[in-house]
């Protein structure tokens, strides 16, 4: 977990334009509240923000407000590296995808 709350704060240092939202979603996430945070990255993600579509891609992995669902997560996670994301090819090299 802590990791991934390091991650998440490296991507809010590193992102230039950071939307109030994708903020909240990070803040619920950390909290541990995945329903908001849920709610704050898929209309994100949806939109194509690479980032989101990460996240969203780890709390399908790990069950985290939604039901565990491998496919959901390596499908956010291709999203996200067809736009050049190296987060999220990482994210799938240790699912055994590219």
């Known amino acids: 977990m802590r990791l ?4 998440i704060i490296a991507i809010l240092l590193i992102s ?19 329903k908001t ?8 993600a ?4 690479a ?8 709390m399908y992995k790990k069950g985290q407000d939604v039901e565990q ?3 959901k997560a390596i499908e956010f996670y291709k999203k996200a590296a067809s736009q050049g994301y190296e987060l999220a090819k990482y994210r799938l090299s240790e699912l055994g995808e590219s």
């Open 51 to 58: 980032k989101a579509q990460t996240i969203l891609g780890i």
């Open 16 to 34: 230039t334009a950071v939307f109030a939202d994708f903020k909240a979603g990070v803040s619920a996430y950390k909290a541990g509240d995945y």
């Open 46 to 49: 949806e939109n194509g923000n």
């Open 4 to 7: 991934l709350n390091i991650v």
């Open 37 to 44: 945070a849920y709610d704050e990255f898929l209309p994100l």
């Open 69 to 71: 669902d491998y496919s």
